[in-house]
């Protein structure tokens, strides 16, 4: 899109006509904050990631773009071999850092989320703690 006329003056009605059009076309393209997703996954892994999709789909319905590292790493990674769970684990924390909150789900805390917590915390990010319900309790670390 360019803001000069054919005659190469500067021209910014259509200029300004033209983004407000794309903007109502494409509003899905704002920016969305990264939050990373905090929840059991060992265990009943099924119920578990049944669980973990509705809170990143929470995520997304409050504006934010969700990493949920265990909904993606168990795809190629076998949470059984403890090498390939703590490398899981590391990609995790990694991709923690590029999130401005984690948010933390459920009224149990597993030894895996126990670790991010911790990271969290050590790291100074904002940590949110919500219920089963997505319903926020508190944004304190735990103790």
């Avoid at 939050?35 to 509705?54: D, K, L, Q, T």
């Amino acid at each position: 899109m360019n803001i000069r006329n054919r005659e190469g003056y500067m021209d910014r009605t259509p200029y300004e006509a033209m983004k407000a059009i794309e903007k109502q076309a494409r509003p899905h393209f704002d920016y969305h904050p990264m939050v990373y997703i905090c929840s059991p996954y060992a265990g009943n892994i099924e119920e578990n990631v049944f669980h973990a999709r509705r809170y990143s789909r929470f995520a997304v319905e409050k504006g934010y773009l969700p990493v949920t590292p265990h909904l993606l790493y168990p795809q190629f990674l076998d949470d059984g071999i403890q090498s390939e769970r703590d490398l899981g684990m590391f990609f995790g924390i990694v991709l923690m850092s590029k999130c401005t909150e984690v948010w933390v789900f459920g009224e149990h805390i597993s030894a895996g989320m126990r670790i991010e917590i911790d990271r969290a915390k050590h790291k100074g990010y904002k940590v949110r703690f919500f219920n089963n319900e997505c319903i926020l309790i508190n944004t304190q670390p735990l103790p």
